[in-house]
């Protein structure tokens, strides 16, 4: 059996909150809420599984989707539609940018938990 990432907790200070941002950005749909969890699985079988937790338990991580052309072109209307600050690169640098890395496009944003989430369309290393 190859080894897969089947599932990783996000803690968030409102995992309702949370949870429900991601998926509306990524246009994707809540799972049921499973004890403390509340998952919100991915096309590949990644599930992240929301949880809140106090703040000291809150260290921003960073999640990275990798998705089409096409989704990317939604997504991308929803964080400007909801007026949320978007950046080019993972210092939050180039603000109200989006970059071209390996011939595609990527984005950077916050979730409200402080998370850093990125959109590409491309891998890295993948193109030019």
Do not use: C, K
Not at 7 to 13: D, E, K, N, S
Not at 21 to 26: E, K, T
Not at 67 to 79: L, P, Q, T
């Amino acid at each position: 059996m190859s080894v897969e990432l089947n599932h990783t907790i996000v803690f968030a200070r409102d995992r309702q909150e949370s949870a429900e941002f991601v998926a509306g950005i990524l246009g994707l749909e809540l799972g049921a809420a499973w004890g403390p969890f509340l998952p919100l699985a991915t096309a590949n079988g990644v599930t992240l599984d929301f949880a809140t937790a106090d703040a000291e338990r809150l260290t921003p991580q960073h999640y990275a989707f990798l998705v089409s052309e096409a989704e990317f072109d939604g997504i991308f209307a929803r964080i400007q539609q909801g007026g949320i600050e978007f950046y080019a690169d993972p210092h939050m640098q180039r603000v109200g940018e989006i970059n071209h890395n390996d011939g595609g496009r990527g984005v950077y944003f916050l979730d409200p938990s402080g998370h850093h989430l990125e959109v590409i369309t491309r891998p890295y290393g993948s193109g030019s």
